[in-house]
């Protein structure tokens, strides 16, 4: 029985690769069963072959291969959609995640008898990229923590933990890996938010720059901000026989993977 599966988009990864998923390996040791998934988004270098061959000395390792490149977060969608475990986590392919976090993502997950928790977000702290790219990431954060709400100060980091159930029930759209804490919020779901590392890039080269990610950032604002304000409004309460007959109440429990009827903010039940 797999508990949790670690999700890895990756794109031109390839000296990445070893280091990374020996690195999830070793911080999943402390699990009774775990899988973890690389999904090689239509890279065009050694990535699919340097992880075939990790797949002799890590049985617990799935690739997935996307024919060409559909982006971080269909990567995501597609490595959680194959997924056996009912909680799964992610972090980035470029190994600027330590591995060494993960265990702060699905441990609050796990402790979560009552199904409250739907995500574990990291924030990271002492930030090792360039100067540029801090700045930008800065002033994005901020336009969107004052437009949705969504009480984090980082949602581009890679790591984050959720309930499979509930990341499929998200409506999908590119790049929706930088919105999962207000997607959360929208359905009800409660939200942990914990720091973690940042390692500097030790291989390959950054897939995005700044002009591109403030053009995007700016249209998928607009289109989180529509979804939540169109969210579901009302939810159904299964109504038993025994309620019928004496007219006592009804009785009330989750429906399908989220709360799609609750307010923002409000406990899941």
């Given at each position: ?131 540029s790219k801090r ?89 989180v901000a529509w ?43």
């Amino acid at each position: 029985m797999k508990s949790v599966a670690i999700v890895i988009p990756m794109h031109n990864e390839a000296e990445a690769a070893a280091p990374l998923i020996e690195g999830i390996a070793a911080a999943c040791a402390e699990l009774d069963g775990f899988e973890i998934i690389a999904v090689d988004d239509g890279s065009t270098d050694e990535t699919a072959a340097r992880l075939a061959a990790l797949r002799t000395s890590i049985p617990q390792l799935r690739v997935l291969h996307h024919p060409r490149a559909g982006g971080q977060s269909a990567a995501v969608h597609s490595g959680v959609q194959a997924a056996e475990a009912p909680i799964c986590c992610t972090l980035d392919g470029d190994g600027q995640n330590p591995p060494s976090e993960l265990p702060k993502l699905w441990r609050p997950l796990i402790a979560d008898t009552e199904g409250r928790v739907g995500l574990v977000a990291g924030q990271r702290v002492n930030r090792q990229d360039t100067a540029s790219k801090r700045w930008a990431s800065t002033a994005a954060n901020r336009i969107r923590a004052w437009a949705l709400k969504d009480g984090t100060r980082d949602t581009g980091c890679g790591l984050k933990g959720f309930r499979r159930e509930a990341f499929l029930a998200f409506p999908y759209f590119d790049h929706m890996h930088r919105y999962l804490p207000a997607l959360a919020r929208r359905d009800g779901w409660d939200v942990v938010l914990v720091d973690v590392a940042h390692k500097e890039r030790e291989t390959g080269s950054s897939k995005y720059n700044n002009l591109q990610r403030a053009f995007v950032g700016i249209r998928d604002l607009m289109g989180v901000a529509w979804l939540i304000s169109r969210r579901k409004k009302a939810r159904a309460v299964e109504v038993t026989a025994a309620a019928a007959e004496t007219g006592a109440g009804v009785t009330e429990g989750r429906i399908a993977a989220a709360r799609p009827g609750a307010e923002p903010g409000e406990q899941a039940r």
